[in-house]
Antibody
Framework: EVQLVESGGGLVQPGGSLRLSCAAS????????MNWVRQAPGMRLEWVAN????????RYVDSVKGRFTISRDNAKNSLYLQMNSLRVEDTAVYYC?????????????WGQGTVVTVSS | EIVLTQSPGTLSLSPGERATLSCRAS??????LAWYQQKPGQAPRLLIY???NRATGIPARFSGSGSGTDFTLTISSLEPEDFAVYYC??????????FGQGTELEIK
């Protein structure tokens, strides 16, 4: 059974940093693109970033470029999102989502999410 | 960036009825469109990918159609557990992947 478990969310002040983690199990982690998707309260889903199977490529939505860094550790079956210079508008539930063999942009499985609140 | 617009915003139907949800893209996405279901407090669940392919474990009452800029998700006969918010998402032109604003399917 595929499982994705996020952690690391919390309350942080504007300008602060957080590192989210996603522990994966139930599939061969090293053979799939992985994604972070977020959802602000009452808003639509927003794709944030993804990373290739071997970590050689990363892509970001413009609003987080230069502030967020996605990474992975295939030996630990783990995905990360380092978030720096956080803004109020980064407040959201952050989900990790597994890609598929058909393409990185089909979000086949999702974690339960971790809540990030940016507020003073 | 491709903008996805879903209609209607809210759809009020009764169990057993047929639901038709629409998604329109600001430019062609070929068949690279997916549908997700989200219930309150839960993560989204993949229903349909590449316009018309059901994901693993998704009941046959869910079907998708369309190509280019106009897509439809149909639920042939609503079950009580189908009342939720539905999102479309494109993967044709990225980054970024983009989502629609959602259609809330509520019990009439």
């Amino acid at each position: 059974e595929v499982q994705l478990v996020e952690s690391g969310g919390g309350l942080v002040q504007p300008g602060g940093s957080l590192r989210l983690s996603c522990a994966a199990s139930g599939f061969t982690f090293s053979t799939y693109w992985m994604n972070w998707v977020r959802q602000a309260p009452g808003m639509r889903l927003e794709w944030v970033a993804n990373i290739k199977e071997d970590g050689s490529q990363e892509r970001y939505v413009d609003s987080v470029k230069g502030r967020f860094t996605i990474s992975r550790d295939n030996a630990k079956n783990s995905l990360y999102l380092q978030m720096n210079s956080l803004r109020v508008e980064d407040t959201a539930v952050y989900y990790c989502a597994k890609g598929t063999s058909r393409g990185a942009g089909i979000f086949e499985y999702w974690g339960q999410g971790t809540v990030v609140t940016v507020s003073s | 960036e491709i903008v996805l617009t879903q209609s209607p915003g809210t759809l009020s139907l009764s169990p057993g009825e047929r639901a038709t949800l629409s998604c329109r893209a600001s430019q062609s996405v070929s068949s690279y469109l997916a549908w997700y279901q989200q219930k309150p407090g839960q993560a989204p669940r993949l229903l349909i990918y590449d316009a018309s392919n059901r994901a693993t474990g998704i009941p046959a009452r869910f079907s998708g159609s369309g190509s280019g800029t106009d897509f439809t998700l149909t639920i042939s006969s609503l079950e009580p557990e189908d009342f939720a918010v539905y999102y479309c998402q494109q993967r044709s032109n990225w980054p970024p992947y983009t989502f629609g604003q959602g259609t809330e399917l509520e019990i009439k």
